[in-house]
């Protein structure tokens, strides 16, 4: 089955520890992203991947880390967590051909940090 | 940057038709996409458009005017699992190609 996986789901952490939130996605897909979505806020793109070793910064980077060593997998590091990195996250993938540009979402993780 | 703009709520009755307007302001534009998202679930894809018209898909059709800044999303034959935001998402060209940002989204209430 085609699918873009998230690993935890949920986490329960404290300020400082780092954790890392893993993205897998078994489409082949070049272009991967990782968003943030917040009560009024809406999802804001943190970090974006056009393919291997290319990655950019999208809104809201500030905090957060992502690396692109395989095509599939597109970890999103959080290096000292803060209680206002509290959220729900969302890791997508796309073909991203011209005709094609749908974006395929994990199931989220919602991250609580006190 | 982008700025985008979305009702925040609205209601609709079971078997009408409801419009839900987006407008933008942007440094650069590729396309224009509409996203359901249910409560406590991922956004799923609706639709993508790039050229100014209508694109029509069953019972959902979303219309962009790129002169305007302006798209909208129209569901035909309300159902009540049709309850659900609505998020309207521009991407950028340029130095912001392959940067999606999304509006605040519309949460759509459909009542018997």
């Known amino acids: 089955e085609a699918q873009v996986t998230q690993n935890p789901r949920y986490l329960i952490t404290v300020t400082g520890k780092k954790l890392t939130v893993t993205c897998s996605q078994n489409m082949n897909h070049e272009y991967m992203s990782w968003y943030r979505q917040d009560p009024g806020l809406g999802l804001r793109q943190i970090y974006y991947s056009m393919n291997v070793e290319v990655t950019d910064k999208g809104d809201v980077p500030e905090g957060y880390k992502v690396s692109r060593k395989e095509k599939r997998n597109f970890p999103l590091i959080l290096e000292s967590p803060s209680p206002n990195q509290t959220s729900l996250y969302f890791c997508?993938?796309?073909?991203?051909?011209?005709?094609?540009?749908?974006?395929?979402f994990g199931e989220g993780s919602r991250l609580t940090v006190l | 940057g982008q700025n985008i703009d979305q009702p925040t709520e609205m209601t609709a009755t079971e078997g009408a038709i409801v419009q839900i307007n987006c407008t933008y302001q942007?440094?650069?534009?590729?396309?224009l996409f509409w996203y359901q998202q249910h409560a406590g679930e991922a956004p799923t894809f609706l639709s993508y458009?790039?050229?100014?018209g209508l694109e029509e898909k069953g019972r959902f059709s979303s219309f962009l005017s790129r002169s305007k800044g302006y798209s909208y999303l129209l569901l035909k034959e309300l159902q009540m699992k049709d309850s659900a935001s609505y998020l309207c998402?521009?991407?950028?060209?340029?130095?912001?190609?392959?940067?999606?940002?999304f509006g605040k989204g519309t949460k759509l209430s459909v009542i018997p």
């Open positions: 997508a993938s796309s073909p991203y051909y011209r005709e094609f540009r749908e974006l395929f």
């Open positions: 998402a521009v991407e950028g060209s340029g130095a912001g190609s392959y940067q999606l940002t």
């Open positions: 942007t440094s650069g534009f590729n396309g």
């Open positions: 458009n790039v050229l100014d």
